[in-house]
């Protein structure tokens, strides 16, 4: 069956550190790979898109890998701050489908 | 632009009552997707349109469930009866198209069914 997971548990980490949070996909063949950030109460917010044939792509201190190979990708926040604190939602496209989104993980900064 | 749209934010309703949830995608969107979210299945994708045409309705759960696009600024999500399994949040999200662009989400309908 298809699946997309994400660390289940929460993470916790210490202000200044790197977050680092993982996305598996299974039975899937994506042609892009999203990242969004959802804060409680509101809708999730764009952050990162990158495509199949792309190993890296980078936006301030966010950077996002994609590994086809591994069907994986990793989701780096360098510097975290408690602003930050959020759950980090990554979304599978591929071709004829809408995007189709893991359960998130929840990052905690702490100060 | 205001963003999408949603209303109402909150709705509470007593089970095998209709429920209509409504969106305003941004305008200029191609694409329009109805998404629901529970703790316990996460962001599910209910159904997409593209150019106001239907195009996988594979997610709606059940009959009760329907949805219409009739103008490019405009979409319902109907739910009757409702039961209160139904209580979720309902969000709405539009694109310019399908793939690869990033979609943009309303707030959310928060739907309780008692």
């Known amino acids: 069956s298809q699946k997309i997971e994400q660390n289940s548990e929460a993470l916790n980490i210490q202000e200044g550190k790197t977050a680092t949070l993982t996305c598996n996909y299974t039975?899937?063949?994506?042609?892009?790979l999203q990242w969004y950030r959802q804060d409680p109460g509101r809708g999730p917010v764009f952050l990162l898109l990158?495509?199949?044939?792309?190993k890296e792509k980078r936006k301030e201190r966010l950077k996002v890998t994609f590994d086809t190979t591994l069907k994986q990708s990793l989701f780096h926040i360098t510097a975290s701050q408690p602003a930050d604190s959020a759950t980090y939602l990554c979304?599978?496209?591929?071709?004829?489908?809408?995007?189709?989104f893991g359960k998130g993980t929840t990052l905690s900064v702490s100060s | 632009d205001a963003g999408v749209i949603q209303s109402p934010r909150h709705e509470v309703t007593e089970m095998g009552q209709e429920v209509t949830l409504r969106c305003k995608p941004i305008?200029?969107?191609?694409?329009l997707f109805w998404y629901r979210q529970t703790m316990m299945r996460g962001l599910e994708l209910l159904i997409y349109f593209n150019n106001n045409v239907p195009i996988d309705d594979s997610g709606m759960p059940e009959d009760r469930f329907s949805a219409k696009m009739p103008n490019a600024s405009f979409s319902t999500l109907k739910i009757q009866p409702s039961e209160p399994r139904d209580s979720a949040v309902y969000f709405c999200?539009?694109?310019?198209?399908?793939?690869?662009?990033?979609?943009?989400f309303g707030q959310g309908t928060r739907l309780t069914v008692v």
């Open positions: 999200a539009s694109s310019q198209q399908v793939m690869n662009t990033e979609a943009f």
């Open positions: 039975n899937y063949s994506p042609a892009y």
């Open positions: 979304a599978i496209n591929q071709a004829g489908t809408a995007l189709i």
């Open positions: 990158i495509r199949e044939n792309e």
């Open positions: 305008s200029g969107h191609n694409s």
